[in-house]
């Protein structure tokens, strides 16, 4: 793939990664909650399952959705619900101090964060996008897959960290469990909010 190429998919998925979504929520409310180092598994679990949905777009399954928008509408419904679900979690979370140490609940496991992605319908779609704008035809094919995977990781990762590190900074200043409930409630909103982003 060529440098230009590579800098516009680098821009269009850039956009797409930093912009607020469910991802991001979930990524600031885990970092408030939880801290950096721990929510960095939920932050793997969701750039791997970016790169399992590019793969499966890149290999066929694009071509399904498109072709039975059946698939598309069942994708939005499960999203939907699981979001609604992590929303439910993230307003309900009990009060916890960042400091205390030893035994504490823990943040979204890696596999749950890899899931979200997997019912995400604007992660089908950006991955979707990325494949049909970028991927190039012929014997180039594998190799532009391959530069789209490398160019969503490193997007993925910056982004990922820039959201986390906003929501750690914002847990510094959540020492008191009303502060924490507010600030929950608000995240939990944001993200059953982000919801009605999947049916526009």
Same mark, same amino acid.
């Given at each position: 793939?060529?440098?230009?190429?590579?800098?516009?998919?680098?821009?269009?998925?850039?956009?797409?990664?930093?912009?607020?979504?469910?991802?991001?929520?979930?990524?600031?409310?885990?970092?408030?909650?939880?801290?950096?180092?721990?929510?960095?598994?939920?932050?793997?679990?969701?750039?791997?399952?970016?790169?399992?949905?590019?793969?499966?777009?890149?290999?066929?399954?694009? !071509?399904?959705?498109?072709?039975?928008?059946?698939?598309?509408?069942?994708?939005?419904?499960?999203?939907?619900?699981?979001?609604?679900?992590?929303?439910?979690?993230?307003?309900?979370?009990?009060?916890?101090?960042?400091?205390?140490?030893?035994?504490?609940?823990?943040?979204?496991?890696?596999?749950?964060?890899?899931?979200?992605?997997?019912? !995400?319908?604007?992660?089908?779609?950006?991955?979707?996008?990325?494949?049909?704008?970028?991927?190039?035809?012929?014997?180039?094919?594998?190799?532009?897959?391959?530069?789209?995977?490398?160019?969503?990781?490193?997007?993925?990762?910056?982004?990922?960290?820039?959201?986390?590190?906003?929501?750690?900074?914002?847990?510094?200043?959540?020492?008191?469990?009303?502060?924490?409930?507010?600030?929950?409630?608000?995240?939990?909103?944001?993200?059953?909010?982000?919801?009605?982003?999947?049916?526009?």
């Amino acid at each position: 793939m060529e440098l230009n190429l590579f800098l516009s998919l680098l821009g269009f998925l850039w956009v797409a990664a930093i912009t607020p979504g469910p991802n991001n929520m979930l990524l600031t409310t885990s970092g408030a909650n939880f801290g950096f180092i721990r929510t960095i598994p939920l932050m793997l679990g969701i750039m791997f399952g970016m790169q399992i949905m590019l793969l499966l777009i890149a290999f066929g399954v694009g !071509n399904l959705i498109i072709l039975y928008p059946a698939l598309h509408l069942c994708l939005k419904i499960a999203g939907s619900a699981y979001l609604l679900w992590l929303a439910w979690k993230i307003t309900t979370a009990t009060y916890e101090s960042l400091e205390v140490t030893g035994q504490q609940e823990k943040t979204l496991p890696l596999w749950q964060g890899a899931v979200l992605q997997l019912v !995400n319908p604007k992660a089908w779609l950006m991955s979707l996008g990325a494949v049909a704008s970028f991927s190039l035809t012929g014997k180039a094919y594998i190799t532009s897959v391959v530069s789209i995977s490398l160019a969503m990781f490193l997007v993925n990762l910056v982004a990922g960290c820039v959201w986390l590190a906003f929501g750690t900074v914002i847990g510094r200043w959540l020492h008191s469990p009303r502060a924490w409930r507010i600030f929950n409630l608000f995240m939990g909103l944001l993200t059953a909010l982000s919801v009605l982003l999947i049916w526009i």
